[in-house]
């Protein structure tokens, strides 16, 4: 793994692999162009490295010219190409191979075409050392490849990250970072809370707790908070768009995190289609659903206890608490089953020393 700036990168290809590409895409043009002189042109900065290398490959008589075109910063293209060095001029009725280090969405290929496209060559190709299928928009056709690549970014062998690692031998990719987004579920008393004290803590994750979120808003007077209230205040529940925001809100106050603990929502299948929806919309998904299983009698001991401490009255009456674990029961069953259906609900006991408990929960998370 190396780091460059804030960003870590891990191997991706060899310096091995990359020589047998560019070797091999010497063979290639060799075969079809060997009679003839071609003129290859490099595009700067990031092919130079592989120009050079190609040359020293290709055996029969060529020239070499530069064009410098510049489309990236950072990790992203800014979707703008920018002509830095113009081509040679002594290119009429001559055959133009331009060498790409790089294909992706075929920004910088269309500007290249364009700026081939009123003169009088002979033959124009393209060849590209690392091709991105998966993302190119196919307008022009390519002639010649070296490595297909899944679009991740890569740095290394010419190719950068803000103008560092373009003198690396080998070729890395960016490592980014897996994302744990977890549901918590569990009936009242059976520990949810400090388990997810536990788990943000180990694997930096960002506990949101719906409960939290509307005492928050509403203490804060928040446009939210104000709506939530207003449902509240007529005796309504609070729509699920509401509540939805205020957990979009939330996770985008925190792009630090590794992940999220859900708890307290989703509720109803709807809700849980309503949070799958909006993750999408993030790139990012629930990995598990967790419940944490207790026995009811060791559970009701529990809270009438909590309940001498809380001087909460839902705790301090064994009924009202039966009456809670029933409505668990009544909304858990269908979320378990939709949860299931996608490979995604784990079933932990809830009972024993809060180590153990913590420690059977991170061997579901550290298995997905």
Do not use: W
Request: net charge negative; glycine share 8%.
């Amino acid at each position: 793994m190396i780091k460059l700036q804030d960003k870590y990168f891990k191997p991706f290809l060899s310096q091995a692999e990359i020589q047998i590409a560019v070797e091999d895409l010497a063979r290639k043009i060799s075969a079809d162009h060997k009679n003839e002189t071609p003129i290859f042109i490099g595009v700067l900065n990031g092919a130079f490295m592989f120009v050079a290398d190609f040359l020293k490959a290709y055996e029969y008589p060529c020239e070499v010219s530069f064009v410098k075109l510049s489309s990236y910063q950072g990790l992203t293209s800014t979707g703008i190409v920018e002509t830095l060095l113009d081509p040679p001029e002594n290119i009429e009725g001559r055959t133009v191979i331009i060498l790409e280090d790089i294909i992706d969405t075929g920004r910088t290929l269309k500007e290249l075409v364009h700026l081939f496209s009123n003169t009088n060559v002979k033959e124009f190709k393209i060849a590209t050392l690392f091709y991105k299928s998966e993302i190119y928009n196919g307008e022009y056709s390519i002639d010649y490849v070296g490595i297909e690549i899944p679009n991740k970014f890569i740095v290394g062998y010419g190719l950068d990250y803000n103008e560092l690692g373009r003198n690396l031998k080998e070729v890395y990719q960016l490592n980014q970072k897996h994302m744990i987004n977890l549901v918590l579920f569990g009936k009242p008393g059976a520990g949810k809370g400090t388990q997810a004290e536990f788990l943000k803590e180990k694997y930096n994750l960002k506990h949101i707790s719906t409960g939290d979120l509307f005492r928050y808003n509403m203490k804060n007077d928040t446009e939210l908070g104000q709506l939530a209230k207003s449902y509240i205040d007529k005796g309504d529940l609070v729509p699920d768009e509401v509540t939805i925001k205020m957990l979009q809100d939330d996770v985008e106050k925190n792009p630090e995190a590794s992940g999220f603990i859900f708890d307290g929502f989703p509720r109803t299948t709807a809700q849980a289609e309503a949070l799958d929806q909006f993750l999408a919309t993030k790139g990012m998904k629930i990995d598990a659903t967790i419940a944490l299983e207790a026995n009811d009698e060791v559970l009701i001991q529990r809270l009438l206890e909590r309940g001498k401490v809380s001087g909460r009255t839902d705790d301090q009456d064994e009924d009202k608490i039966r009456n809670r674990f029933d409505e668990y029961n009544q909304k858990t069953a269908p979320l378990k089953d939709y949860y299931e259906v996608q490979g995604k609900f784990h079933s932990v006991d809830g009972i024993g020393e809060i180590d153990a408990i913590t420690h059977r929960l991170g061997k579901v998370i550290e298995e997905l």
